[in-house]
């Protein structure tokens, strides 16, 4: 591309020579004018569309980087929801292994306590049955007393002889 300026243009006004049946020189003149007039708006409107692409361009960027961040955030937060889930999934674990553990533990001293109450049980029953046998034979005893001095009590109303001499 030629490197041209509207003042270029201005200055070849006078450069141009002059011939015979050549063209008119002041529309020449003010042709060049128009064309150096035009070139200076579009200097002008591509110098200020440069300064809109290059805003533009700095912006795309921090868009861009925007976008990286919040990528980098993103992969972040799943990266630690992840680790959240296996950290809440090994406390659970932990947990119910802790919970069965005690599970274990309380179902255990139930069955220990269960077998020394049955025990305890098993011991009661057992003395249970002596001192029932016990008290039977207390009041076996007793009975034959009671017989034993109703029959002494009949015999000393019938005039019978002392029971206790004729036992002895």
Known sequence: MIDLTPLDVRKKKGDF?????????ASVDDYLDTVAQRFEELVRENSSLSVRVEGMAESIAAYRDRERAMNEALVSAQQLREEM??????????????????????VGEARRQATMAAETLRRLQGQRVRFLRLFRALVERQLTEIEQEEERTSAVGRGDEDPEAQGN
């Open 17 to 25: 020579r002059k011939v015979v049946r050549g063209y008119d020189a």
């Open 85 to 106: 889930r296996e950290q809440a999934a090994r406390e659970a674990d932990l947990v119910l292994r802790e919970a069965r553990a005690e599970a274990d533990r309380i």
